[in-house]
Structures are given as C-alpha cells and as structure tokens.
C-alpha cells in the first residue's frame, strides 16, 4: 500500500508540468499582434498595386524593346536600299569619265567647221560630228545645245549677259560650247550668252 502511494505522487508534477507548458503556449499566442481585416485589405492592395506596376514596367520595356528592333530593322533595310542604289549608279556611271574625253573631240570637230572654208571639207567634218553624235546618244549621252531657249543656270554657263531689245530677257541667243549630260547627270554646261532685255523686268 505504501508503494502504490508513493507513485501516485510521482505522476503529480508530471501533470502539473504539461499544463504549466501548454499555458505558457496560449499567453504567448495570446500576446502575439492580431491583424485586423482593413490591414489585411491594406496589404492585398499595396501587394497588387506593386504587381501592377510591375507588370507595367515591364510591357514598356517590352514595347521599347520591339520599337528598337523595328527601327534595327528599318535602318538595316535602308541601307541594303541605299547599297543597291550606289551599285546601280556605279554601273550606269561608270562611263562618265571616258565620256568627258570624248567632248574634246566633239570641240574639235565643230573648231574644225567654224575655221574651214571649203564646203566639201565643211560636209565631210558635219557628217564625221553628226555620226559621233550619233553614236554618243546610243549610249545615253545627250548633246545640250539651248539656243533660244530660257537660261538655266544648272545646265548652262552664261558667258555673257548681251543687252538685246529683240529677244526676250533670258533668252539665249548663241551657244559658243555645247554642253552633254549623261542620262540625268551633267557632264558639262553649255556656255550660252544671255539676252538682257532692258523693257522687260527680270523673271
């Protein structure tokens, strides 16, 4: 009897001691903050804002990104485009110098007719010039010679500015050169004297 007494108090403290444990768990759960619903609100709020302005951050990266490659791209094109175009002229071009030498000879032939005197000698060189020429325009180079025609400083030289009251002002009135363009570019002026009509205001 004695013994079953004395383990009856053995498990005593044992109790007492996983009451005072689980106790002390409560308070402190107890103490912790609690959060309130509108706090709680609160943060979803400030979380999905700040997920917003994520999100927006980055479809404008991505759209500066695709803008970026558009403009690549467009540079790139551009280029090629350009590429092509100085290939292009380079080719139809590239008899520009050898045709430049050729006008010497064009100058030639008419010092030739202004300075002959025989007429069979004149028809021979007019018809040695009109077969040069001939020749020259089959591959696109054109003769320039504007006699009466309206001065036009980007294809003509005036060499002399002649007061004239019987052609209207600007007028040329002699070619002492002719001038040559290579398809729509210019070898050389023409040297022209212009008309200066002093009863008609400059246009």
């Given at each position: 009897?004695?013994?079953?007494?004395?383990?009856d108090?053995?498990?005593?403290?044992?109790?007492?001691?996983?009451?005072?444990?689980?106790q002390?768990?409560?308070?402190k759960q107890?103490?912790?903050?609690?959060?309130?619903?509108n706090?709680?609100?609160?943060?979803?709020q400030?979380?999905?804002?700040?997920?917003?302005?994520?999100?927006?951050?980055?479809?404008?990266?991505?759209?500066?990104?695709?803008?970026?490659?558009?403009?690549?791209?467009a540079?790139?094109?551009?280029?090629?485009?350009?590429?092509?175009?100085?290939?292009?002229?380079?080719r139809?071009?590239a008899?520009?110098?050898?045709?430049?030498?050729?006008?010497?000879?064009?100058?030639?032939?008419?010092?030739g007719?202004?300075?002959?005197?025989?007429?069979?000698?004149?028809?021979?060189?007019?018809l040695?010039r009109?077969?040069?020429?001939?020749?020259?325009?089959k591959?696109?180079?054109?003769?320039?010679?504007?006699l009466?025609?309206?001065y036009?400083?980007?294809?003509?030289?005036?060499?002399?500015?002649?007061?004239?009251?019987?052609?209207?002002?600007?007028?040329?009135?002699?070619v002492?050169?002719?001038?040559?363009?290579?398809?729509?570019?210019?070898?050389r002026?023409?040297?022209?004297v212009?008309s200066?009509?002093?009863?008609?205001?400059?246009?």
């Open positions: 009897m004695t013994q079953k007494h004395n383990t108090k053995s498990t005593k403290p044992e109790t007492s001691s996983t009451y005072s444990t689980a002390q768990q409560m308070d107890s103490d912790q903050p609690k959060v309130s619903t706090e709680l609100k609160e943060q979803i400030k979380l999905k804002k700040e997920h917003q302005a994520i999100s927006e951050e980055l479809k404008a990266q991505k759209k500066e990104h695709q803008e970026s490659q558009l403009r690549m791209l540079d790139w094109k551009n280029l090629q485009e350009r590429a092509e175009r100085e290939k292009v002229q380079s139809q071009y008899i520009s110098d050898f045709a430049k030498s050729l006008l010497d000879v064009v100058d030639a032939i008419d010092q007719l202004l300075a002959c005197t025989d007429d069979h000698q004149k028809e021979g060189l007019a040695i009109k077969t040069f020429l001939s020749a020259l325009e591959n696109h180079i054109e003769v320039l010679s504007p009466h025609e309206t036009d400083p980007h294809h003509h030289e005036a060499m002399l500015m002649q007061p004239n009251t019987e052609h209207p002002h600007n007028e040329i009135i002699q002492i050169q002719t001038g040559f363009k290579l398809k729509d570019r210019l070898l002026p023409a040297r022209v212009v200066q009509n002093p009863t008609e205001k400059p246009s």
